[in-house]
């Protein structure tokens, strides 16, 4: 290697991407960032697949459990923090990694963010208003109407987000999807991503099973832990919402599961569309041994 480089892995969510950020860590002796955008809460751990404990110990993680939900934390906020912390990262070695599911985490670490119009408070405030009287139904229909583009790859779930682009869009009348100008900010860093994939069963099968040993590992009980806060940002996510409509009598158990499984594959369909749009991205098989890639992506970096 030449420069230093963030390797990125990416892919739909339960496909392993965890795993196989271990294996890149222990072969290059580096550390981990999340860019998993619900693993930063420390109330949030089963529902968000926190890596377990062995995972964790491995290998120096950073941006997991750091913070509380009932702290703000936007995209911005976190690619100022990644980009401050990668020097010294950097410093002890020549590659870091960074995984998670959440795209544009990533996309404002290697990318970085488009300048976005400001939104007047009192927008703020109606939109609020309307979002506590509608709900995200209205939210997601809303946006779907005004900007259909933006819809198809946006985390329809984050309420923060819908509020964002339809404030945006009330006090502009420009699209989030036509103000995301795809202008790369220049980097001191390489940055190379790799991708796992399956095929659509496979993966569906992997999501459902996963929902299964999160619930037999207690998501019920802490979601009911977190259901007087939820109305939080963070937890406007997929697993949590469902059990507590579930909680609030709307829904029953078998549905609420259901629910959770379905949300998930939709959930995954989406992050797959946005990753296939990024060319850079080389895929592997979900089921390639880690080894194999850990050596492919090394025979690459010898280039780098």
């Known amino acids: 290697m030449n420069k230093k480089t963030l390797l990125c892995i990416v892919g739909p969510t339960g496909i392993g991407k965890t795993a196989l950020s271990i294996a890149f860590a222990k072969a290059y002796n580096t550390s981990i960032i999340s860019s998993d955008s619900r693993q930063f809460y420390k109330e949030m751990t089963i529902g968000t697949a926190v890596p377990e404990k062995e995972e964790l110990?491995?290998?120096?993680?950073?941006?997991?459990?750091?913070?509380?939900?009932?702290?703000?934390?936007?995209?911005?906020?976190?690619?100022?923090?990644?980009?401050?912390?990668?020097?010294?990262l950097f410093k002890k070695n020549d590659l870091v990694v960074m995984v998670g599911g959440s795209a544009l985490y990533e996309k404002a670490v290697t990318h970085g963010l488009d300048v976005l119009p400001d939104v007047p408070l009192e927008i703020q405030g109606e939109l609020k208003e309307e979002f506590e009287v509608k709900g995200i139904f209205w939210l997601q229909e809303e946006l779907k109407k005004n900007d259909p583009e933006y819809f198809n790859t946006v985390d329809i779930h984050n309420a923060h987000r819908l509020l964002r682009a339809i404030g945006i869009f009330r006090a502009s009348g420009k699209k989030m999807s036509e103000l995301r100008t795809g202008k790369a900010q220049e980097r001191n860093f390489n940055i190379l991503k790799i991708g796992l994939e399956a095929d659509r069963e496979d993966l569906y099968n992997r999501i459902n099973h996963r929902v299964d040993l999160m619930l037999e590992r207690g998501l019920e009980k802490e979601a009911e832990q977190l259901k007087d806060?939820?109305?939080?940002?963070?937890?406007?996510?997929?697993?949590?919402?469902e059990l507590f409509a579930y909680f609030a009598g709307t829904c029953d158990f078998t549905e609420a599961v259901r629910l959770i499984k379905r949300n998930t594959r939709r959930f995954a369909k989406r992050q797959l569309t946005w990753y296939r749009k990024d060319e850079s991205v080389t895929w592997y098989h979900h089921k390639t041994h880690h080894t194999e890639i850990v050596q492919r992506v090394s025979e690459k970096l010898m280039d780098v």
């Not at 806060?229 to 919402?241: D, F, P, R, W």
């Open 229 to 241: 806060h939820k109305e939080l940002n963070a937890l406007q996510t997929v697993g949590y919402k």
């Open 57 to 88: 110990e491995a290998a120096p993680h950073y941006f997991i459990q750091d913070r509380s939900i009932h702290e703000d934390y936007s995209v911005g906020d976190f690619e100022r923090d990644v980009m401050g912390k990668l020097p010294e």
